[in-house]
T-cell receptor, first 112, second 106 residues
Framework: GAGVSQSPRYKVAKRGQDVALRCDPISGHVSLFWYQQALGQGPEFLTYFQNEAQLDKSGLPSDRFFAERPEGSVSTLKIQRTQQEDSAVYLCASSWTQETQYFGPGTRLLVL | GQQVMQIPQYQHVQEGEDFTTYCNSSTTLSNIQWYKQRPGGHPVFLIQ?????EVKKQKRLTFQFGEAKKNSSLHITATQTTDVGTYFC??????FGTGTSLTVIP
């Protein structure tokens, strides 16, 4: 079956530009996670949804980061006024339970 | 939240040698999951361990969960170049740590 998909796969933004990253989870998966992964590091938790409810957003690094999942399926991670330190791979994962996660291919964001 | 420490951070082995990575937690874990991330790829779920002392095998990979449910290990027998990547353990679905990066020298 189809896995988790993310778009765009690559994004180059100028500093100060807003970006929106999309995640299409596996159909029927209740939980959805966003992570930020810098080069050579492990995934860093950003936020977690159960259906449409954002249950944990403690990992969002600043108020420039915003995530939503309005209908409990597709999710969007928005970064406003991007800065160079936002350059990273943004990973989305979904799961049926809170445990086994299925990751998408990620969006590589480069802020110039 | 619950976090696990993983060692070593890096490991270089000759192809055919064995490899082991260890995860340690200061608190008792309800379960532990292992993931593998190939260079340039995304994390892929390998296995979940739930029971105290549990041992599970996947071909050349052997996963163990400690009796006290505070540590876990992944052992690869006779490494191959396809084993290259970073192996992560997580006792809490939100925290992955830095993992162990495995390089296999042909």
């Amino acid at each position: 079956g189809a896995g988790v998909s993310q778009s765009p796969r690559y994004k180059v933004a100028k500093r100060g530009q807003d970006v929106a990253l999309r995640c299409d989870p596996i159909s029927g998966h209740v939980s959805l996670f966003w992570y930020q992964q810098a080069l050579g590091q492990g995934p860093e938790f950003l936020t977690y949804f159960q259906n449409e409810a954002q249950l944990d957003k403690s990992g969002l690094p600043s108020d420039r980061f915003f995530a939503e999942r309005p209908e409990g399926s597709v999710s969007t991670l928005k970064i406003q006024r991007t800065q160079q330190e936002d350059s990273a791979v943004y990973l989305c994962a979904s799961s049926w339970t809170q445990e086994t996660q299925y990751f998408g291919p990620g969006t590589r964001l480069l802020v110039l | 939240g619950q976090q696990v420490m993983q060692i070593p951070q890096y490991q270089h082995v000759q192809e055919g040698e064995d490899f082991t990575t260890y995860c340690n937690s200061s608190t008792t874990l309800s379960n532990i999951q292992w993931y593998k991330q190939r260079p340039g790829g995304h994390p892929v779920f390998l296995i979940q361990l739930v029971k105290s002392g549990e041992v599970k095998k996947q071909k050349r990979l052997t996963f163990q969960f400690g009796e006290a449910k505070k540590n876990s290990s992944l052992h690869i027998t006779a490494t191959q170049t396809t084993d290259v990547g970073t192996y992560f353990c997580t006792g809490n679905q939100f925290y992955f740590g830095t993992g162990t990066s495995l390089t296999v020298i042909p």
